[in-house]
């Protein structure tokens, strides 16, 4: 998360105790959303060396005619591996999990500021539906 090009990431690892910070976030995960613990995803390149996660879950209450909805809660690369297409690999995976789950929609957003994700997330198919816009700090 301190390597993240997201700004609130960057200020939960600021904290005191990050592995308490990254906890804290997860746990938000549990208040909203569902997940399988086999839903999460690490890429690993040729090397074994793990490149980067994907975490994809279900909305709580999204449910639509017995199918779900769906986000990638978090995707982070670790930054010697940015560039090199694992993000789109990650993305990929984690959607295709939640297609196999079973999901009408999978509705996905990120940091006005994290260009290289909103690339991503155009690469692999997702569609933007409304502008950016930054909410006051």
Known sequence: MALSLDASDQKRALEDDPHTAVEGFLDLAREDFSYQPEWWQF???ENGDIVGFVLPVVFNGGAKEDLEEGTIYYLGVLPEYRGLGFANDLLAQGTRTLQEVGVWQVFCDTAVANVPMISA???????QYSEPWERPV
């Open 43 to 45: 890429g690993i390149n």
């Open 121 to 127: 997330f155009k690469r692999v198919g997702y569609r």
